[in-house]
């Protein structure tokens, strides 16, 4: 197994963690915009059994 320089390792961690950074951030604002526009729906899910 070849050993991976720390500059190379360090750009592809920082890559990962914007991605991961931007995904959970556009799942909070599509999350809150669903609360927003259509709350009755979301209750009356959230309500049956």
């Not at 995904?23 to 909070?28: A, D, F, K, L, S």
């Amino acid at each position: 197994m070849e050993k991976i320089p720390i500059k190379f390792a360090f750009v592809i961690f920082l890559i990962v963690t914007s991605v991961m950074s931007t995904v959970t951030v556009r799942n909070v604002e599509a999350k809150r915009l669903l609360l927003e526009e259509i709350p009755q729906n979301v209750l009356h899910h959230e309500g049956s059994p």
